[in-house]
């Protein structure tokens, strides 16, 4: 069980992420004093806020964005049957091998992968290639022998014992099961969600019926899901039980295309709008779609450890809906009053989603907010600097108020200015240690503003706003103060470029 939060990925920069997440109070290993929990994190004071923020934005952006779209909030555990119609008891699988003399598993795609990579950074471009070409063809196949030699014949050795004395390939049902009521038995097993959609497609007519909804129209959810991954690394992009933000768009049949385009162009403007650079996120269409969708694209971002997906977006056809109506005998057709030719009027709507890990968004945000500078002091020295450059709509504390120093009266003006902010804006108010310190510790959780009360303050109601991102500071009346911060920190900024 036990595996050090730190100790899983040579990167140099994804370490120092990793590490100042840990340092700062965004995420701590779950059950750490325990030696820690494989693929299970606890999100600290600032990373939970910082979470939350990532969360509120992207349901309003979904929920108050958009007038056809609205969020639900479904059950973590369903009915069994839910699991048998969306496919995910008899799919919900991966080819897995385990070494012998290790006794470690590994995901097969994963392993050769890796082989490739490693033939890549050798110049032998085309073997790589060949055994990626090898691998996607041999998974199409029924049994998994092919593999199982493609892992024997390349020499694929376990990283941890170097040999290659392998099981053969076996299937893993990736979903977490456990008993509902007193009784221990198959009847009574249910599953830890793998993922939120479902809640969604098993309330569709609620929704549609009790909000009125005409088509198009969206339901949105954030809530947790479960995988018992294989393949536990790279700190909180592979999580065992993680939070997903997910989206489904019921259309007509035969119209689904557009839509698909249209929302693979809004959720890429709405990564870029958070300030996820353009170049470090690009579209990965899907060659080998899932049972259930008719196109399917990755957007990825690039983490330090390469491009990564960060969200999908699926065209998953009429397959949730259809599948469930068979096996609930409830029907799930929309009455189209729009369409004119009656035989047309009633349908299985076709469905869009999006989906996005909201632990894989905070991942991809801290990696990108981290911002290591080297400059000239004000005495001619080099110095670096670190700090965090979150949109200021995200930050997780938007504004910290010091005295300049503990003593006449300075506290108590600090304290009026804090008491003026804090119901409006994620406010910290600190007294202790020096304000260059207090600055710095602010650039690392990424406050976009410190407030600085001077003696002048007592006299001219005035005082120092210091910028994060260039260390400026202005001098303001304590009146200027909200309306400054709320222009910055307005989720609006991000809105209006959706
Ligand atoms: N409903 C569709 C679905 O679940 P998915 O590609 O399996 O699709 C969607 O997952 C998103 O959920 C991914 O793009 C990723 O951001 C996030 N995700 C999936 N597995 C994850 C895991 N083990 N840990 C963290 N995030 C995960």
Redesign the pocket.
Known sequence: MAQKQNNQQENPLFQKVVAHAKEYGFVFQSSEVYDGLQAVYDYGQIGAQLKNNLKQIWWKAMTQVNENIVGIDAAIFMHPLVWKASGHVDNFSDPMIDNKDSKKRYRVDHLIEEKAEILKTEGKIQEAEAILNAMNRLLQEENYVGLYELIINEKITCSVSNTSNWTEVRQFNLMFSTEMGAVAGESNTIYLRP?T?QGIFVNFLNVQKTGRMKIPFGIAQIGKAF?N?IVAKQFI???RE?E?M?MQYFVRPHTEKDAYNCWKEKRMNFLRALGLPAEKLRFHDHIKLAHYANAAVDIEYEFPFGFK????V?SRTDFDLTEHQKLSKTKMIYFDEEIEEKEKQRYVPYVV?T???A??LFLAILCNAYTETTGIDAKGEQKSRLYLKLHPAIAPVKVAVFPLIKKDGLPEKAREVFEELRYDFETIYEERGAIGKNYTRMDMIGTPFCVTIDHETLNDNAVTVRFRDTTEQVRIPITALKALIAKEVSLKNIFEKL
Request: proline share 0%; hydrophobic share 30%.
């Open positions: 993922e959609a995988r991954e992009f592979r999580m993680f997903q997910e997906e960060l969200e999908g699926h989603e989906s996005i890990g632990d894989r």
